[in-house]
T-cell receptor, first 110, second 116 residues
């Protein structure tokens, strides 16, 4: 079993819709959870992080964490074509090692 | 802040040759990571340094791979006797401490290795 699991997609949504990206993790010792965005041919960049159960909002992005279910999600409201990218879910435990999932490809259709 | 710099951007080598990659992290970051990424996969952890100390290596990393970070500044990743399965993007990242939230990784542009 992979430590961080994501649906590889592609997930296709129309412009202006809400995109919902999901992730599960296996290590109950995971303490921090991250969403990185990776454009094609580019390196990952951090867009959201969360470490407490519940929701965290930043602009059009909302991260949701449920530690009991070992589930993390990212909602993107008012999706734009520029949001088309691969979204990587990642976790880290008490140490300083970030583990990534395989990523979900998102396409936003204009 | 000039970002994380990696050299070379591309490397083509023949199977069995040795290759070395360099990473210059953001100067005020004391942790440095190496990841490997293949098409359709997320970055796979290889190893990390805190200052000059190498604190962890992936169990998946064979003894053909070695990394150094002399004086806690730049880092090098060497692959000896390269194999075709080593073909991948090698990403370096340095980190900014977020406190209880963990740390934010800043990635370089990567070195794309092709082993023929």
């Amino acid at each position: 079993q992979k430590e961080v699991e994501q649906n590889s997609g592609p997930l296709s949504v129309p412009e202006g819709a809400i995109a919902s990206l999901n992730c599960t993790y296996s290590d109950r010792g995971s303490q921090s959870f991250f969403w990185y965005r990776q454009y094609s041919g580019k390196s990952p960049e951090l867009i959201m992080f969360i470490y407490s159960n519940g929701d965290k909002e930043d602009g059009r992005f909302t991260a949701q964490l449920n530690k009991a279910s070992q589930y993390v999600s990212l909602l993107i409201r008012d999706s734009q074509p520029s949001d088309s990218a691969t979204y990587l879910c990642a976790t880290s435990g008490g140490g300083f090692k970030t583990i990534f999932g395989a990523g979900t490809r998102l396409f936003v259709k204009a | 802040d000039t970002g994380v710099s990696q050299n070379p951007r591309h490397k083509i080598t023949k199977r069995g040759q040795n290759v070395t990659f360099r990473c210059d992290p953001i100067s005020e970051h004391n942790r440095l990571y190496w990841y490997r990424q293949t098409l359709g996969q997320g970055p796979e952890f290889l190893t990390y340094f805190q200052n000059e100390a190498q604190l962890e290596k992936s169990r998946l990393l064979s003894d053909r791979f070695s990394a150094e970070r002399p004086k806690g500044s730049f880092s090098t990743l060497e692959i000896q006797r390269t194999e075709q399965g080593d073909s991948a993007m090698y990403l370096c990242a340095s980190s900014f401490d977020l406190g209880v939230s963990g740390e934010k990784l800043f990635f370089g542009s990567g070195t794309q290795l092709s082993v023929l």
